[in-house]
């Protein structure tokens, strides 16, 4: 299926014999060689949140550049102008899943009605500097309440999941509950003033394995898309489900780990439709938690300029890398 995007890459997904799964395709990038007289190729410039002039420049007369920023994602937020962004494409910290060592992360919150509460501050910013048809997509995972246990033990079939310090189990919740985290957070967004128009299942195929015996393996995480106003930016025909239908859903796809980082990381199959969906060519894309730089090598590889954002210079330097390497390669 042709993609309207004559200066993207072909999204269309494979078509699947399960009704309303999608699978989308991984495309194939090159980045083009420039011809005598063209301009010089995008470049990804680091900032630290106090660099205001410097930022505010990049936004505004360099046409072709990209930039990641070192700092609180509320705070260097409310640094930008309003209405830069046409999309938001992002994954924040889980709640009580992962310390990532680091002072003002977010995720370990005492309550998870703080980190909802945290996130909606922070997505409130996000929402001025949305422009007025612009959208956000957001991935979020659950988590199980902790017991009363304020830390997590490992687990032989995913290591990564031991924890030394955990937040205390919600009140009015019991041992083994699912907390149902997305769906707070997104009644929380909607009640903020966003728009709340799907609810996206991404089911992953090679999911981690538990060792639970008492409940099916969790396989699947949400992924909300919100809009600022009732009309926004929507190509449907950007990404077509199987058969030519209307996208879906459900959308079958693969995790894929980045060698670099010790921390999740969402694939870009899953942030392109994203993308080609709400954005154009040339338009600014925003990710408040950049992470490895996922956001942003989709970003740049389907034409768009991006901002990222990221509390640990560790991280943002494994995306500056990531980013530079692709743009050099």
Known sequence: MHSPLADAPNLAPRTSKRAGRVKVRAPQYSLPLLRPGEQDPPRVHRFVAEQEGHIHRLLVDEPR????????????????????????VTSPPYWSLRDYNISGQIGLEESVHDYVNHLTNVFAQVRRVLKDDGTLWLNIGDSYT???RTWRATDKKNPVRAMSIRP??????????????????AFALQK???????????????????????????????IFLFSKGEHYCYDPKAVRGPNGRNLRTVWDLHTKAYPSAHFATFPTALVE?????????SDFVLDPFIGSGTTGVVA???????VGIELNPEYLQIAEQRLNGDLIR
């Open 65 to 88: 550049n990209s930039a990641l920023i070192c700092g609180d994602a509320e705070n260097v937020l409310s640094r930008l102008p309003e209405g830069v962004f046409q999309t938001c």
């Open 146 to 148: 902790s017991g009363g």
């Open 168 to 185: 205390p189990t919600p009140n009015g919740l019991k041992p083994k509950d699912l907390i149902g985290v997305p769906w707070l957070l």
């Open 192 to 222: 903020e003033g966003w728009y709340l128009r799907a609810d996206i299942v991404w089911n992953k195929p090679n999911c981690q394995p538990e060792s639970v015996k008492d409940r099916p393996t969790r396989s699947h995480e949400y």
């Open 273 to 281: 439709p994203c993308v080609a969906l709400s954005s154009r060519p």
């Open 300 to 306: 740049l590889k389907m034409d768009r300029r991006f």
